[in-house]
């Protein structure tokens, strides 16, 4: 076979590199180790050179081709000053202790839902306050957005907005120390009911296997699949083994000796 001629193992072991490494070097890596090799420099070698520099440019291309799903400043708009800096501070916090981008987008989302239902839907006059500071939100306040989330989302949603709202607040209080108590402390979490999926009837069933009578071969391959399994099985227990295509009596099976 005609090809480019391999490099014997001494010359691969010379340069400071196992063959089990160069198997998974990537041709980035190579043309890497080809230069550093050029240089006669022993360090640029080496195979935590190339791990590392295989790593930095892995960094860069994942920066570059992927795309943030959480963009502060449109989640935040329409929000006061105060809202604002609080919010970028908890996602600085939030992202220091890594958690995840769906994670942040999530409880920022839901704050930030709460300080624009205080500013533009909430009922109570004394939510003014609470709309420009987020250290000013009540329980009543809380409990007001929660049953409006319920009525024009759905309880599902109330709830995951009331597990992020636990957590904005708790930092206020414990890592801020902007307030004293949070005020998710006495608020219930929303009840989400079960739904219950319909199951078909006995009538029905029997309409659909009735619907699929026939002597075509699709009908004749529906009533196969949907044939009881119990027959199927007695079925097999009755196939000759000489002759699989050979069926055997039917009293054959029910015999002690056999």
């Not at 980035?28 to 791990?51: D, H, I, K």
């Not at 963009?71 to 935040?76: R, S, V």
């Not at 992202?95 to 500013?119: D, I, K, V």
Request: with cysteine; proline share 6%; hydrophobic share 30%.
């Amino acid at each position: 076979m005609h090809g480019r001629p391999r490099r014997s193992r001494s010359s691969l072991d010379d340069a400071g590199v196992k063959g089990s490494q160069v198997q998974i070097l990537s041709s980035r890596q190579r043309e890497g180790l080809r230069r550093s090799q050029a240089c006669g420099n022993p360090l640029l070698c080496s195979r935590a050179f190339v791990e590392v520099e295989h790593a930095a440019a892995g960094l860069l291309d994942s920066t570059v081709s992927t795309m943030p799903l959480l963009d502060l400043t449109k989640l935040t708009a329409g929000l006061s000053r105060t809202w604002v800096g609080f919010l970028r501070d908890w996602d600085r916090s939030l992202r220091s202790a890594n958690h995840p981008e769906t994670t942040r987008y999530n409880y920022l989302l839901a704050a930030a839902q709460l300080g624009r239902y205080l500013a533009e839907y909430s009922p109570d006059p004394d939510a003014d306050d609470a709309a420009e500071d987020p250290t000013a939100v009540t329980r009543a306040h809380v409990e007001a957005f929660q049953a409006w989330m319920i009525a024009t989302r759905s309880s599902s949603t109330a709830l995951n907005k009331h597990k992020g709202l636990q957590q904005f607040f708790r930092w206020l209080a414990e890592d801020e120390q902007e307030i004293t108590r949070s005020p998710m402390e006495r608020v219930r979490q929303p009840k989400t009911p079960t739904k219950l999926i319909p199951v078909i009837r006995d009538e029905d069933t029997k309409r659909l296997l009735e619907a699929c009578k026939g002597k075509g071969f699709v009908q004749l391959r529906e009533r196969m699949e949907h044939r009881p399994q119990t027959v199927r099985v007695d079925q097999d227990r009755r196939r000759d083994p000489r002759h699989p295509r050979r069926l055997l009596p039917t009293n054959y099976c029910n015999d002690s000796g056999h």
